[in-house]
């Protein structure tokens, strides 16, 4: 059962324009949400991320939307840049773990941004 | 430089030849785990550690095993390699205080099982 889902394997976006990126969840124990990004070759890396006590969170061109009702969040790109092209990985868990907590990843959308 | 190190970075062995791909970190993290990434499927884990002398599986650990005899270090160990595990591993690691604070990754081993 996938508790983390990126439906959109995909997404092409023009250069300048705003990437919307989507992810659910269904365990509502998870009060901690990351987005990481994946370039070919390499390592994820941590992007940015939201605990359930914020509807936003906000980093230069990055945004995250948490709609926790909805078990949804969303990365807002803007504007999208063609080193924004990459896999981008949602992620859930608890903000205080426990011993056998961790952080479940979906299975990642790619995004293309198109000059 | 804070970072997690992993050797090889690409690997091509034959089925049935004991492999061993290894994961360094110097960020006194506690946690450390590896995952695989297949296409379609996104990352899953594979195995885990809270910390040394201390293993967990994770959600696909057939045909794996871990051992930690030391902080730094988390050895991904394949006894008898098949070609359903050519994939993409990860080695990751956090610090494991009582908040979460996500995860640092490796580069990645790119293994091919022929």
């Known amino acids: 059962d996938q508790q983390v889902k990126q439906n959109s394997p995909s997404l092409s976006v023009q250069e300048g324009r705003i990437s919307i990126l989507n992810c659910d969840y269904t365990?509502?124990?998870?009060?901690?949400f990351l987005w990481y990004k994946k370039y070919p070759a390499e390592g994820p890396t941590f992007l940015i991320s939201?605990?359930?006590?914020?509807d936003k969170n906000e980093d230069g061109r990055f945004t995250v939307f948490l709609n926790k009702s909805a078990k949804h969040l969303s990365l807002h790109i803007v504007p999208s840049q063609p080193g924004d092209s990459a896999v981008y990985f949602c992620?859930?868990?608890?903000?205080?773990?426990?011993?056998?907590?961790?952080?479940?990843f979906g299975k990642g959308t790619r995004l293309h941004i198109l000059p | 430089e804070a970072q997690v190190t992993q050797n090889p970075r690409y690997l091509i062995t034959v089925t049935g030849k004991k492999l061993t791909v290894t994961c360094s970190q110097n960020?006194?993290?506690?946690?450390m785990s590896w995952y695989r990434q297949d296409p379609g499927l996104g990352l899953r884990q594979i195995y885990y550690?809270?910390?040394?002398?201390?293993?967990d599986k994770g959600d696909v650990p057939e045909g794996y095993k871990v051992s930690r005899k030391e902080k730094r270090n988390f050895p991904l160990i394949l006894e008898s390699p098949s070609p359903n595990q050519t994939s993409l591993y990860f080695c990751?690691?956090?610090?494991?205080?009582?908040?979460?604070?996500?995860?640092?990754f490796g580069s990645g081993t790119r293994l091919t099982v022929v």
């Open positions: 960020m006194n993290h506690e946690y």
């Open positions: 365990n509502s124990m998870f009060d901690y």
């Open positions: 939201i605990s359930s006590i914020k």
């Open positions: 990751a690691t956090s610090p494991r205080g009582s908040y979460n604070y996500g995860y640092t």
């Open positions: 550690s809270m910390n040394v002398e201390v293993t």
């Open positions: 992620a859930a868990s608890r903000l205080k773990m426990n011993r056998d907590d961790k952080i479940i």
